[in-house]
């Protein structure tokens, strides 16, 4: 394993470093993509539906009650988010790295 991994090893570098670039890549484009406005439509929907349920029941302390949970959960996936986009990045910086590793000469 230890001769085939000296014999190949620009190849595994130069695959490992394209693996990593294109997936961090893709990823980072995948979490940071424009689908986030479906998101905000469902939480306004769901505001209202809560407003009306108060209305109904004759007591506004649901929406209080809704409206702070809704902003733990808020800070909470803003917090996911910005550490997925992170580890993201890390993952590219290690592609390149791999890959500019892979084309600087060795001398023998």
Do not use: C, H
């Not at 995948?30 to 469902?42: A, C, I, L, M, P």
């Not at 986009?85 to 910086?93: G, H, P, R, V």
């Amino acid at each position: 394993m230890k001769k085939w991994l000296k014999t190949n090893q620009i190849i595994v570098s130069r695959s490992l470093g394209a693996f990593l670039l294109v997936v961090g890549l893709g990823a980072f484009f995948w979490v940071n993509s424009s689908g986030s406005g479906v998101n905000v439509t469902e939480q306004r929907a769901a505001e209202r539906v809560a407003r009306m349920e108060a209305r109904t029941s004759g007591t506004s302390t649901a929406t209080s009650k809704q409206q702070s949970k809704a902003d733990y959960t808020e800070v909470y996936t803003d917090r996911s988010k910005e550490q997925m986009k992170f580890m993201l990045i890390i993952m590219m910086f290690l592609g390149l790295g791999s890959l500019g590793y892979s084309f600087i000469k060795k001398e023998p």
